[in-house]
């Protein structure tokens, strides 16, 4: 368990300047085997730390990011915003 932890670090780093990731680059990146960066990447994705969106191509992973994290500035700019079910802000 500790070293899932390490590796959920690992790729939080790995995303945190918004690359996008696939399962076979998070595995050569931790030095795993594929089944196991996929489980710890959709379990990441379960636990609302990453994005996921499935393509032809297979998974792709990008860091989750709060709209209030985003250089645009506080919703409260924006006076035509509605809230979203999930917390975001929509235009």
């Given at each position: 368990?500790?070293a899932q932890k390490d590796n959920e670090k690992r790729i939080i780093e790995l995303l945190s300047s918004g690359k996008y990731a696939t399962v076979g ?67």
């Open positions: 368990m500790i680059w998070i595995a050569g990146k931790l030095g795993v085997c594929w089944s196991t960066a996929k489980i710890i990447l959709l379990d990441m994705a379960a636990q609302g730390k990453l994005n996921v969106t499935r393509t032809s191509f297979g998974y792709i992973f990008t860091i989750k990011i709060e709209v209030d994290e985003v250089a645009l500035g506080s919703t409260a700019d924006y006076p035509n915003t509605q809230t979203h079910h999930n917390g975001g802000s929509i235009k």
